[in-house]
């Protein structure tokens, strides 16, 4: 649901006494059921929206309905304008001007008190390009095409329904229905190339399951690590909110539930000699193999 659409129909009904669902799918570029979804939204929160079927009917406000800021109150006010100010760090450009128009509105500027980037430093004018691509894709049911870098190493063409970014874990992910699999997929936007967003539009809704039972195929594994008191920073940025016990000559203990496969073993490659698995014996056997194989190869 986009805030950003919401009041839009509201301001376009104020101009406009009546209007059709259809005509208001078309404007806003959704289905009418979701139009008929947004009017169930506003009325619950108290704009006096309501909707006739049939000929003649319509989407329509009650006679003499003018938004204005007393159906806010101030906290309420605040907590509007610094919602749509963080959503602004998305690139999200109709929820930019809607934050000017509602700052003019309340006669209060949002508070700066929090700023978002969520590029890779280095990376910021490309990653935000694709960023803005897969935004408007979303919002114009648009097929996306890309390749993409799969964990085996191997590049492969996509066309999916793009359904939600979400950020998790440092990272941006793109959900989908992909058509090559003809299922739901989830997408990592730093191992997208190429996104282009097609002329061809899909009616579908598309209501994809949580990320979390999307990923890594089931394969996690529950591991213990042991890390050398000087990577205390990294364990703080990686590892946080897992088990950590400190150990007595200063080095930490850590419990956590990670993806498994060859990733894994790359990644705790990366601690070098200041890493050590202690659970489960296998991954211990496999990083140890991988480290003889990176000593033959650099000797």
């Not at 990366?270 to 890493?275: D, E, N, R």
């Amino acid at each position: 649901m986009s805030a950003g659409r919401l009041f839009a129909i509201v301001n376009y009904l104020l101009a406009h006494p009546r209007a059709s669902a259809a005509e208001l799918a078309r404007r806003f570029e959704v289905s009418t059921r979701t139009i008929y979804r947004d009017v169930e939204t506003l009325s619950a929160a108290g704009v006096p929206v309501y909707a006739e079927r049939g000929r003649g009917g319509g989407v329509r406000l009650m006679e003499d309905y003018a938004l204005g800021k007393a159906l806010f109150t101030e906290e309420e006010q605040d907590g509007l304008l610094s919602a749509l100010s963080l959503l602004s760090a998305t690139a999200a450009l109709p929820e930019k001007a809607l934050l000017e128009k509602l700052s003019a509105l309340f006669r209060r500027p949002a508070a700066d008190w929090i700023d978002v980037d969520f590029c890779r430093w280095g990376s910021e004018a490309a990653e935000r390009a694709a960023f803005e691509t897969i935004r408007r894709a979303i919002w114009e049911k648009r097929l996306l095409r890309f390749d993409y870098l799969g964990a085996g190493g191997k590049t492969m063409g996509r066309v999916i329904r793009p359904a939600k970014l979400t950020f998790k874990h440092y990272a941006w992910y793109l959900q989908g229905f992909c058509l090559l699999r003809g299922a739901y997929r989830t997408f990592k936007i730093a191992r997208m190339r190429g996104v282009e967003a097609l002329e061809e539009r899909f009616v579908e809704e598309l209501n994809p399951p949580p990320i979390a039972e999307m990923s890594d195929d089931g394969n996690r594994l529950w591991v213990t690590l042991r890390l050398a008191p000087e990577l205390e920073m990294r364990l703080l940025d990686e590892f946080y909110g897992c088990e950590i016990e400190r150990e007595p000559d200063g080095a930490f203990r850590v419990r956590a539930h990670l993806a498994g496969g060859d990733w894994l073993v790359h990644y705790l490659l990366s601690f070098g000699a200041q890493l050590s698995v202690l659970d489960p014996p296998e991954l211990r056997t496999a990083l140890a193999q991988a480290a003889a194989q990176v000593l033959i190869a650099n000797r």
